[in-house]
Every structure is written in C-alpha cells, then in structure tokens.
C-alpha cells in the first residue's frame, strides 16, 4: 500500500517559516519525483515545488521561487517543504506527490503525478 502523509501545516503570521513533511511508504522512493502542491479556497490545485529522483534537480512556481526549498532525505523517504517569509497568498491546503514518469520537463503539471497524500493545512495571516 502507498501512502503519503503531510504534517507540519499550522496557523503562522506573514513572515514567519515554516516546514513541511511528508513521509512516504510503498514505494521505491529513489525512483520517484516527488512534489509539493497547494490549493487555496476557489481555486485550482497549482505547483509548488518539485525535486527530482536524487534530488540534485529542482524546480519552483514563480511566486514561491527563493522563498521555498523542497529537499528528500531518502534514508527516511520523506520530502519536505521549507518555506520561509510566508505571505497571506501562501494559504491553502498543500499535497505532497510522487510521481513514477521520467518526462522531467512535465514534472510541474499534477497529472503525471500517481500517488497523493491528504494534504496539510497552511494558513498564513496579515
């Protein structure tokens, strides 16, 4: 059985750090993409952040790039989310994936990505 569980989402102020974690099983975690993806009240599942199967590539959303830092520990198969001077629009519920394709230039699009966890929430206030 996969899973892929997020922890770490809570209430901060704008400003503030904060990281995420999620840790997956049943799966060869050395063979898969992971990435991050948040949804916000209204709106569309968008990418985040995404990091490759030895993690030497990544790849960041415009609006989360310099301020992000997604990073896989593979002895513990969990990829995490650093995320530091949060903003309001930061806000959403945020999902960790992994994803089995080797197409690294579609890695932004959460088609491609097969497995899913249930997703963390993040609120950021002003």
């Known amino acids: 059985q996969v899973l892929l569980v997020e922890s770490g989402g809570r209430l901060v102020q704008a400003g503030d750090s904060l990281r995420l974690s999620c840790a997956t099983s049943?799966?060869?975690?050395?063979?898969?993409?992971v990435g991050w993806f948040r949804q916000a009240p209204g709106k569309e599942r968008e990418f985040v952040a995404t990091?490759?199967?030895?993690?030497?590539?990544?790849r960041y959303a415009d609006s989360v790039k310099g301020r992000f830092t997604i990073f896989r520990d593979s002895a513990k198969s969990t990829v995490y989310l650093q995320m530091n001077s949060l903003k309001p629009e930061d806000t959403a519920v945020y999902y960790c994936?992994?994803?089995?394709?080797?197409?690294?230039?579609?890695?932004?699009?959460?088609?491609?990505?097969?497995?899913w966890g249930q997703g963390t929430q993040v609120t950021v206030s002003s």
């Open positions: 994936a992994a994803s089995y394709e080797s197409n690294w230039a579609g890695m932004y699009i959460p088609r491609v990505y097969s497995h």
């Open positions: 049943g799966i060869a975690f050395s063979r898969y993409v």
């Open positions: 990091a490759s199967w030895g993690g030497d590539l990544s």
